[in-house]
């Protein structure tokens, strides 16, 4: 592979993307999904290069999954988290990023709870940011991770179904699984209650609905997402059990999907609320392959973005 | 040396164990004690290799023991605690570890307060699981450095008297040992106040001591377990000091042992509880030396679990 | 470059060190800020070599730093923080020290709330220590590296005049600087209230001052300190605001300093309080290239206490 071709210094969202870029993404994800499996994970393509994963959220999975992709691709890798770190001192994140970006790092992966905070970053540095969550916002690594996982069971998304269920105002997973998906070809419904719709959520292209059953019967692939139990108190839903019954899948809903659906979900799984057990467990769940494809979607924007001339594989 | 010969997927316990597994760790633990002394204090042993520290009890020893054993083996190593982990978001114990595992680790290394956390992992992962401590059940590791040390000092522990005192019932340590000492052929007798010894103790084949001097008196080594300071509200003791009067090695019982007694403590040490000061310092002490075997072990463990193929000293 | 030649085991105090070691710091450091311009900043001088980063404070900034310059020279860096640290088990520091120091290591970075802590480790382990700030002592490569940015802007330092402004008595970073400054043959003058001064600061042969235009008139080189602000309810000024009033840099006094005047400040800033935000990312500050520069001084304390015999660049 000669140099990278991606025309980006930061990836901020997936709405900034072309579908060239996607692509090239995803090509690269899967050159090195291959050498996750061999005996010696490790290539030495980022050597020398300092990666920061600045997480001011805890996620214990995206923030292990970046670690494990720059350590496989040989980087320096420093995790900083908010608790212990100097925010707590009053700082503002943009005089802690400057502050990290004159240690010359190539890449900072940013997770944070404001929508817009790596937009902030990515315009007053240098280094390339890697938008790893912010706010209700965007997801990027997520919904190209979610696109390989389909890829790989689909060939294409072109033309299929996808239905999105749970609380659509607050996901910046949904966000940016709506963008990607979009621009690959498929049709996305969005499914939920009305008290987690966003107003204007049919201006972005996506069907809606309300009622579970009518929202997925025609969905080649069920996104479910994380319900976050704190926003279950301000809802019409008196309870999970509440919530479950009406927007989880279950053994007895399962039954009128399309006989080849995938069911996903970006984890966490509250089990026996977005999900019973059995079918998070079961032969339409892609969930594992999901967080595996995370690793290698990873190392691919860490390697497009850092700047490496050639992969040796 | 060839391929490792070590007949096990994981290390759960010292139980499972057959006497030639245990020589065979000790064997290897002895070659990387002499790299462990070396100004590169490296081998290229692990490269490519994903260890994953998964503490859910906090224990900065254990943890920094097998993070610095990973990286002399070239390892990568990945540090998850439990504070910012999503088990707090009420994820599985089993969930969290299927996730980590799809990212495609080759050893795990789990602490967690629970007994049988880590056979829970083994059943359902195919990565290796290290047990570093699971609630008051085993915690091989432990056994293997103290075995370590008493074999350094004595050769062999054939038919060696081993105490151990303290709180039999809470101890995984105390466990692990006993386990560890019979299948290498020494006696063991525990010491302890009745209220913290299990009741079914002596069917594992260990004389019971209620009083410190007779429990003290044939042994050759001698090995305090730390004292919970949570757990003496509950027991007989009004205060530490109580206990330390009747459990604690000071400088007048201590003449009352053999000459060529060791005093061994898992760590960290109460000082003027389990041993004065004076005591945990002096020439009977081992103290640091187990500390100093346990990186060699904890290596040996992740070599022989690896699965890689020849040992390049 | 050939053996070090830096006659200390351990980098506890700017107090301790000869101009000689100081030049020999500053001279190997500037050959590592060429490393950390590189698009593979990597060296392989302390590969095999084990530092430990022991953070008995929070401090983002410093201990990312200090990870930073030891990765970048191939050392395996654990990190080891007194939240989750044996420590709060009641474990003195000494002893977790002595049990840090039995696996071991090649240097320990120590930062503490108690002066003198790194001086106790110094006297007891074998293992080189780098005092990375104890209590109101000292924090010698804050000095350094905050020396190496005057040099790099002015050539020399003999005969400037430096001011150090602020609560100078709960300082480590005055002390050290002031010690460094003197050394190098410039004249430093402290400034701030008489409640934040301490009483026998003249001792030290600086100059003394109360008012800020004052105490700001003939320096060269200004050094704003980091005001606590816990420790502004103990003091005579009601509050940050007026604090800032009579002690802060702003578009008012900036004008009476002189023209090629250097802003300085160790970080985090609280802007608008020591230093208005339009002066702390103007032409006159110079905080940024501290930060940059601290990576390549402490790689060169790193490198310093290794022993490592050859520096390959």
Redesign the interface.
Known sequence: MGSSGLNQKDILGIEDLERSDIELILQTARQFEEV???????VPTL????V?NLFFE????TR??F??AG??LSA?V?N??A????L?????LL??A????????DIIVCRHSSAGASHILSRYLKASVINAGDGAHEHPSQALLDLMTVLKHRGSVEGLNVAIVGDISHSRVARSNIYCLQKMGASVSVVGPASMMPRDIAKLGVKVHHRLNEGLKEADIVMMLRIQ?ERIVQSPFPSLREYARHYGINHENINALKKDVLIMHP?????GVEIDPEIADGPYSVI??Q??N??SVRMALLYLLS?ANSLSL
Chains 1, 2, 3 share one sequence.
């Not at 996750?36 to 490790?42: G, L």
């Open positions: 996750n499996k061999r005996a010696i994970k490790k050597r020398g290069k300092t920061i805890n996620s214990t999975r292990t999954s670690e494990i350590k496989r320096d420093i900083i988290s608790s212990g770190s100097s707590s001192k009053g700082e503002s005089d802690m400057k502050n990290i970006e004159a240690m010359n790092p139990r984890g966490p799984v509250n089990r594992l392959d967080v595996t995370g690793v700047g």
